[in-house]
């Protein structure tokens, strides 16, 4: 996520937001926001995992990796499953993806 915070200026002049969401609680997210300036929320279950379509590790009660980019119109338009710590969209790559559909 922090690498989300290193691109905010970019990710500002395209018109992006940056929000995440987590299994932690609260006062944790809290502290995690503060961290990388963009909000996190908080609380996140198994049904919302569910309702995602996320992998959701049993052993450590966490939802794995679930990224998503959305359109002008809020619908998804990219997204990523991970079940560990490869595979997540890196925040440059979202600024090259954006540009893309934008010059299209």
């Known amino acids: 996520m922090v690498g989300f915070s290193e691109q905010k ?30 909000p996190v929320g908080y609380g996140v279950t198994r049904d919302i995992a569910d309702a995602l379509g996320s992998w959701w590790e049993d052993r450590r009660q966490i939802i794995q990796p679930s990224e ?19 595979g997540r969209i890196e925040a440059a790559d979202v600024v090259r993806l954006v540009n893309f559909y934008e010059s299209r």
């Open 9 to 38: 200026a970019e990710l500002d002049k395209l018109g992006a937001s940056v929000v995440a969401a987590s299994v932690d609680p609260i006062d944790k997210a809290r502290e995690v926001a503060d961290e990388v300036g963009f």
């Open 68 to 86: 998503f980019i959305l359109g002008p119109d809020n619908k998804v338009v990219v997204s990523s499953y991970a079940d560990g710590p490869l």
